[in-house]
């Protein structure tokens, strides 16, 4: 069974392009911090068994973490919900150690 797992926080790359910024998200979950790569990320949501969904929840609104694609280079985003600025990139940073 899919587990859904808030991300709470992110790491950002020093670029400016919104598609090759993330480098990482992370949260708590069931009381332990936890931290995937923008890379682990996106394998855990195109396993063919995927254990966990990843959703981010931001001004009251609730958005699923999916996988996109530009230029050839994968990276992750989230639904559309309405509403600006994208709901990964408005979180806060992840805290060094990278887990929140």
């Known amino acids: 069974m899919t587990e859904r797992v808030q ?7 020093d670029r400016h392009n919104p ?3 993330i480098e990482g998200i992370g949260g708590a979950h069931n009381g332990k911090p ?3 790569s923008e890379d ?3 394998r855990a949501i195109e396993s063919s068994s995927p254990r966990w969904q990843f959703f981010t ?8 973490v999916i996988v996109a ?6 990276y992750l985003k ?3 919900d309405g509403y ?3 709901n990964l990139l408005a979180l806060t940073a992840c805290p060094i150690g990278r887990a929140a």
């Open 57 to 64: 929840f931001v001004n009251g609104r609730e958005a699923t």
């Open 69 to 74: 694609s530009h230029g050839g280079r994968k």
């Open 7 to 13: 991300v709470q926080c992110v790491t950002k790359r």
């Open 19 to 21: 598609h090759e910024r």
């Open 34 to 36: 936890w931290y995937l």
């Open 84 to 86: 600006e600025p994208n």
């Open 78 to 80: 989230t639904t559309a």
């Open 40 to 42: 682990e990320a996106i």
